[in-house]
C-alpha cells in the first residue's frame, strides 16, 4: 500500500535549484529563530534568567513531542496519496505565519512568546519530513551524499545571509524594535526561498487509490503496523534510528541553546550573538561540503563516527572555556561538526529506504529524533535551573550561580553523543543499503 514511484535517472537542474532554494529558506528560521536571536531574545529579555532558560526548554520540548505524534502518520499518508508537496506547503506555510508574528512579543508576554514559536517550531520540523523525503526522487542513491551535502552547504549559506540581512538593524538602532522585526524578515526571506520548490519541482510519487471502507488515516496506521512488521527486514534501519534517538538530542540541546549560552557565560549581546551564528554557519557550509564528498568515498557511517567524535570534543572544549574568544573558536568547530552529523544522517535515511517509501521513511526518523528532540531540551533546561538553585543554596552570587548551572548542563550534551555513537557502532551500513534494494 505504498505510492509507486518511477524517479528518473537525474532529476532537472531546475528542480534541483529549488529543492537546494527550500533549505536556503528554512534555514533562515534556523539561524535567526534558533540559533541567534529569538532564543536569547526569550530568554533575556521576554523572561529572564534560569527561568527563561528552563522556560525555553519546555517550548522546544512541546513542539517536538507534537511532531513526534505526528510526523510517522503524516509520512505514510504523503507515501500513498503522492502528496509530499502539499503536505510540505501546508507546514511551511504555518512556519512562516508564526516566525512573522513573532513580532509581536514583546517583554513579559511569555505566553504568546512560547505559543508562537512553539507552532512555527511544528511547522518548521514537520515540513522537514517531507523536504527530505523529496530527496530519493531528486538523486539516485550514490548521488545522495553529494546532492544532500550541497544542499545543506547551500542551506546553510542562506541563514549567513538571512544574519547578514537584519545584523546592520540591530546595530544601528537601539531598543527591541528591530530583533522583533528580524522575524518579519527571516518570514519574507523564507517565502521567496520556498516559492521554487512548489514552482518547478515535479513530485514523482503517483496518488493511489483509497480502497473501499478505508481512509488516509486507516491507511497510514496499517501502513505503519506494515513497516514495524516488516523491521525484521530493516534491523540494520532500525539499530540506525536507535542510535539517532539518542545522539540526535545532544545536536538538538547545542543548536537550541547555543545563543542562550553564549548570553549567559560570556555576556554576550545581541549583536555578538549574531556574528557568533553567521561564522557557525559558515563553517556549517564548509562542513556540509566536506562531509557529503567523505560519505560518496568513506560511506555514510564513518564519516557519521568521525563528524560525532568532532562534536563531542566540541563540548568537552566548551565546558572548560573560560572567554568570549574561546567560544567563537568553539562555535566554529561546532558549525562544522554538526553539519556532518545532521546532514550524513539525513543521507543515511535515504539510503536505507526503500522505493516509493521515502517519506514514510523520513516520517519514522523524524518521529525517532522528536521522539528524543523534546527530551533533551527538557532535561537542559531542568538541569540549568536545578544546579544554578544548588549553586545559589551554597552561597554563590546569582550571576555566577546561572553561569556555573549552565555550564553544568553542557556536559549533558555529551553524554547524549557518546551514548548515541556507542550504539551506532552495531549498524552495518552495507547489509541496510542491500535491504531498501531488496525491498
Known amino acids: 500500500m505504498t505510492a509507486s514511484v518511477s524517479t ?22 534556523a539561524s535567526v529563530v534558533l540559533l541567534a536571536v529569538f532564543s536569547a531574545y526569550f530568554q533575556g529579555t521576554v523572561v529572564g534568567g534560569a527561568r527563561g532558560t528552563a522556560l525555553w526548554g519546555y517550548a522546544v520540548f512541546i513542539a517536538m513531542l507534537a511532531v513526534a505524534v505526528t510526523a510517522p502518520f503524516l509520512g505514510a499518508i504523503a507515501d500513498y496519496s503522492g502528496a509530499k508537496k502539499r503536505f510540505l506547503l501546508f507546514f511551511t506555510a504555518i512556519s512562516i505565519l508564526f516566525t512573522a508574528a513573532l513580532f509581536f512579543v514583546v517583554q513579559g508576554r511569555i505566553f504568546i512568546g512560547m505559543l508562537f514559536f512553539i507552532l512555527a517550531e511544528i511547522g518548521y520540523r514537520s515540513a522537514q519530513v517531507f523536504y527530505n523525503g523529496l530527496l530519493t526522487e531528486i538523486a539516485t542513491p550514490d548521488e545522495m551524499g553529494r546532492v544532500s551535502g550541497t544542499g545543506w552547504a547551500i542551506g546553510s549559506s542562506g541563514g549567513v ?5 537584519v545584523l546592520p538593524f540591530i546595530i544601528l538602532f537601539d531598543g527591541t524594535l528591530m530583533v522583533r522585526l528580524s522575524f518579519v524578515i527571516t518570514a519574507i526571506f523564507w517565502l521567496i526561498s520556498a516559492l521554487p520548490l512548489f514552482l518547478w519541482l515535479q513530485e514523482k510519487a503517483e496518488r493511489q487509490p ?18 514495524i512488521r516488516s523491521a525484521r527486514g530493516f534491523r540494520e534501519y532500525v539499530k540506525f534510528i536507535l542510535a539517532f534517538l539518542v545522539y540526535n538530542d545532544g545536536v538538538i540541546m547545542a543548536l537550541d541553546f547555543a545563543a542562550i549560552l ?9 549583536t555578538q550573538l549574531i556574528i557568533l551564528m553567521i561564522l557557525v554557519q559558515t563553517t556549517n557550509v564548509l562542513g556540509a561540503y566536506v562531509f557529503g564528498r567523505l560519505v560518496d568515498r568513506l560511506g555514510g557511517k564513518k564519516t557519521l563516527v568521525f563528524s560525532l567524535l568532532l562534536m563531542v570534543l566540541v563540548v568537552i572544549g566548551l565546558y572548560f572555556t573560560q572567554t568570549m574568544t574561546g567560544y567563537f573558536f568553539i562555535g566554529a568547530a561546532a558549525g562544522f561538526a554538526m553539519a556532518g552529523v545532521q546532514s550524513v544522517s539525513r543521507t543515511l535515511v535515504g539510503m536505507f529506504s526503500p522505493a516509493g517509501r521515502s517519506a514514510e521513511f523520513y516520517g519514522i526518523f523524524a518521529f525517532s ?12 533546561g531542568w538541569l540549568a535551573a536545578t544546579t544554578t538553585a544548588w549553586y545559589q543554596a551554597q552561597g554563590q552570587a546569582a550571576t555566577l550561580a546561572i553561569q556555573s548551572g549552565h555550564r ?5 550534551i555529551a553524554a547524549f553523543l557518546l551514548v548515541g555513537m556507542f550504539l551506532l557502532m552495531f549498524v552495518n551500513e552495507k547489509k541496510a543499503v542491500a535491504a531498501a534494494q531488496e525491498e
Open 408 to 412: 553544568v548542563a553542557t556536559l549533558s
Open 369 to 380: 529524533g522528536r521522539t528524543s528532540s523534546f527530551v533533551g531540551p527538557a532535561v537542559f
Open 8 to 29: 528518473p535517472l537525474r532529476a532537472t537542474r531546475r528542480e534541483r535549484i529549488a529543492w537546494y532554494l527550500y533549505d536556503f529558506g528554512n534555514s533562515a528560521y
Open 161 to 165: 545571509i538571512c544574519l547578514l540581512i
Open 210 to 227: 483509497i480502497p473501499a471502507g478505508e481512509n488516509y488515516l486507516s491507511i497510514s496506521i496499517k501502513q505503519l503496523k506494515h513497516t
Open 262 to 270: 553564549g548570553g549567559v557565560l560570556f555576556g554576550m549581546n545581541q
